[in-house]
């Protein structure tokens, strides 16, 4: 049963049955996210076979921590996964991990739907804080959390990828 009805979509908790669809919107998101930022021989040695076998296993490690956007037939369109924030210092806050669309769905609702359940079922949880980290280039996915209230909290990281230094900013908001 869905808990919520978003513009577009209906967004439920995600169940093992997903675990196909999660992993080639996550394939396919990199691809036309992180083009130009995230080297090309990177990107091409991902594999949604690869990325099945680890959502199977953390939809079933985790149950409640991945929610997915459904479209017209049930067709997975997005998908964020939350919870406990990793960071050392942010003992008060949860986390939201990862949010991915399929590039269509982009600028329809669907992000913000699926992200506002995320913070929903944090503040749930008793987190007063929702935290995400996003790569310093991706200046799209900057817009999008900053229209939502996110801000940067000066909390910077690195990680490299296909050889390439890149460069990430932890972002915050209230939850009330």
Same mark, same amino acid.
């Given at each position: 049963?869905?808990?919520?009805?978003? *513009?577009?979509?209906? &967004?439920?908790?995600?169940?093992?049955?997903?675990?196909?669809? &999660?992993?080639? &919107?996550?394939?396919?998101? @990199?691809?036309?996210?992180? $083009?130009? &930022?995230?080297?090309?021989?990177?990107?091409?040695?991902?594999? #949604?076979?690869?990325?099945?076998?680890? @959502?199977? #296993? %953390?939809?079933?490690?985790?149950?409640?921590?991945?929610?997915?956007?459904?479209?017209?037939?049930?067709?997975?369109?997005?998908?964020?996964?939350?919870? *406990? %924030?990793?960071?050392?210092?942010?003992?008060?806050?949860?986390?939201?991990?990862?949010?991915?669309?399929? $590039? +269509?769905? @982009?600028?329809?609702?669907?992000?913000? $739907?699926? !992200?506002? #359940?995320?913070?929903?079922?944090? #503040?749930?949880?008793?987190?007063?804080?929702? %935290?995400? @980290?996003?790569?310093?280039?991706?200046?799209?996915?900057?817009?999008?959390?900053?229209?939502?209230?996110?801000?940067?909290?000066?909390?910077? $990281? %690195?990680?490299?990828?296909?050889?390439? +230094? !890149?460069?990430?900013?932890?972002?915050?908001?209230?939850?009330?």
């Amino acid at each position: 049963m869905p808990f919520v009805r978003g *513009p577009a979509a209906v &967004i439920r908790d995600a169940g093992p049955r997903d675990a196909r669809d &999660i992993a080639r &919107i996550h394939v396919g998101a @990199w691809h036309d996210a992180y $083009a130009g &930022i995230v080297p090309e021989g990177y990107l091409r040695r991902l594999s #949604a076979m690869r990325f099945t076998r680890r @959502w199977l #296993a %953390s939809l079933a490690a985790t149950p409640g921590g991945t929610l997915v956007a459904t479209a017209a037939g049930g067709r997975v369109v997005g998908w964020v996964a939350m919870g *406990p %924030s990793r960071d050392e210092d942010a003992a008060d806050a949860g986390e939201v991990y990862a949010i991915y669309l399929r $590039a +269509e769905q @982009w600028g329809r609702g669907v992000g913000r $739907a699926l !992200l506002a #359940a995320a913070e929903r079922r944090l #503040a749930g949880d008793g987190h007063r804080l929702a %935290s995400l @980290w996003v790569l310093e280039a991706n200046q799209r996915a900057r817009r999008f959390y900053a229209r939502l209230g996110y801000s940067p909290d000066g909390r910077r $990281a %690195s990680l490299r990828l296909g050889g390439k +230094e !890149l460069h990430e900013l932890r972002y915050r908001k209230p939850l009330r």
